[in-house]
Nanobody, 125 residues
Framework: QVQLVESGGGSVQAGGSLRLSCAAS????????LAWYRQAPGKEREGIAN???????FYADSVKGRFTISQDNAKNTLYLQMNSLKPEDTAMYYC???????????????????WGQGTQVTVSS
């Protein structure tokens, strides 16, 4: 079992920055693909960044160059540094985990059985 708890969301003006954290309770002997997804009101949940055990990363075009995913294995924590935020980044942000040795270079929500409860990010213009 994997438990995920997000934090760090909030309200920020356009152009600002936020860093999300996801504390993960998971086995240190397994290999994981970790990801950040987001869901805006009335829209489907979309994948925006993923990272594997070798720190290989993949980003959606909508956040590439602005967001950075990283992990601290010693702290069992996943991060999402978000810079140059735009109003269209407003959404509930979720972290997700899958017991996989690698991440796909695309986002398939069905791959991830473990999800956090989400943290809200609101960007005002």
């Amino acid at each position: 079992q994997v438990q995920l708890v997000e934090s760090g969301g909030g309200s920020v003006q356009a152009g600002g920055s936020l860093r999300l954290s996801c504390a993960a309770s998971k086995s240190s002997s397994s290999r994981y693909c970790l990801a950040w997804y987001r869901q805006a009101p009335g829209k489907e949940r979309e994948g925006i960044a993923n990272i594997d055990n070798n720190d290989n990363t993949f980003y959606a075009d909508s956040v590439k160059g602005r967001f950075t995913i990283s992990q601290d294995n010693a702290k069992n924590t996943l991060y999402l540094q978000m810079n140059s935020l735009k109003p269209e980044d407003t959404a509930m942000y979720y972290c997700a985990a899958a017991v996989l040795g690698y991440c796909l270079r695309r986002f398939d929500i069905a791959v991830f059985p473990y999800w956090g409860q989400g943290t809200q990010v609101t960007v005002s213009s």
